[in-house]
Each structure stands twice: as C-alpha cells, then as structure tokens.
C-alpha cells in the first residue's frame, strides 16, 4: 500500500481512507465491483467498525465509493458527481458574497471549451453538424416564443464537444455546464428583465455553427468566449445589488 500505510489499528481518518483507495486498487478492482466486506477490511487495518464506517462515507462522499445499503459497497461509476456538488455549492454561496467562486468557475468553462474547440472541429462528422443545426433551429423557435433555452443550450455544448470522444471530458464539461447553469438560475431574474436575451443567445449560437461548418478555430474560439460575458455581467449585477457597499469599495479601487 501508499507511504501513508500505518500499524494495524493506528490509521488516522486520511490514512484510514488511503488505505482502503490503495487496498481497491491494489487488488485491480474496478468501477461496478464490490469493495470487500466491513469484516475483511476491519481485519485488515485493524480499525473500529465506527472508523471504517465513517472513512467509507467519506470516500463516498468524494466519489471513490458507492454504499448501497442492504448490498454492500462498491467501486464508484461516476467519481465527478461529488465534484459537481461542491461547485455548486461554492459558486451558489459566492453569489451570496463577492461572487468570484462564481467567475471563477465560468473562466474554467470557458477556458475547456475556448481551449477544446479546434480538436472537435477537426473530429465532426455530418451526422453531429446534422444534430447541431436542429438544435439551433430549436433554439430560435423557443426564443421567439419567449421560452428558456437551458435544454437546448445544454444539448448544443455537449453534442459540439461529443466528436472528441473523451468520455472523462465529456462528464467533466457536463459538470461545468450544470454548475454554469445553476449560477444562471440563480440570476436568472436579472436576466429575464432583458427580453431579448434568448434571441441573442440563439443568435449567439447560430454565428458558433457558422463557425464549426466552416471549419473556423479562431472564430469559434472567439464566439464562444463571447458567450460568456452576458453571465459575467450577470454575477457582477448580483453582487453589487446584494452588497451595494463592498460594490462601491471596489468600484473606488479601481
């Protein structure tokens, strides 16, 4: 096991949990296997049934593990799902504050897709551009009718990076998105007092796949960055209007 292997019944809580990631990898196990029984790893670190049961929570808690009660644990099949949490979390309470966990979060969106656009122009096929100008067509006929286009949106940013065939990205901007669009939500009054946002969004996304079917990197690059300022401006309104006085702090600053 890890340098962090310590005498049988003289684990930390870190060690503790350590030990049983090193133990699942040790023994090849893999997403969807069962971890060995509370018994067997109690016999092995030599820990209280209360220790191990709380370093358990805790790998689960993070994504190593999955307790099903009544079955067992096993092997975690979605490790990102914790991380989606806590970003959630972070960027919810940020909007309560100063909100740069917030725009912080949509740099590191913007940073993968900006970053990861060329390799998915290279890899489209016809039947993905096919799927990307239906959705587009969708877009703008929600947008005429005054409808959101967090759906839409969604599906048009996964399909666009579906062609790198990363499936580890793939879940990764999923994580971005939904914490992306948990900020939006969380704005969203202050957006939905400019009615034309949902035409320039479409518009938006229209000008992303004029890009991508010809072929142009910087374009999409720069179109896709683009898109992200309305949300930055967003965050900004937020938090001014909820503490107007450290608004006007910075505002001084600068």
Known sequence: MSDMAAPRGK????????????????????IGDPVPPESELREVFGVSRNSLREALKMLQAVGIVEIRHGYGTFVAG???TALRRTLQFRARLSLQS???AAQELVDVREALECGLVGRA????????LDRLTEIVADMEA???????LRTTDRDFHHVLFEP??????????????????GIHQSVETLASENTDHVTDTAAAHRDILAAVVAGDEMTAARLLGAHFVGIRRLIDRATADAHPVTASLQEARI
Do not use: C, K
């Open 11 to 30: 684990y930390t809580m870190e060690q503790l949990q350590q030990g049983i990631t090193d133990l699942i990898l040790d023994r090849g196990l893999r």
């Open 78 to 80: 979605h490790p990102l």
């Open 98 to 100: 100063s909100g740069v």
């Open 121 to 128: 122009i290279a890899a489209m096929d016809p039947h993905r």
């Open 142 to 148: 929600a947008a005429e009718r005054g409808e959101s």
């Open 164 to 181: 790198i065939d990363n499936a580890f990205l793939s879940e990764l901007l999923t994580v971005f998105w939904d914490v992306y669009s």
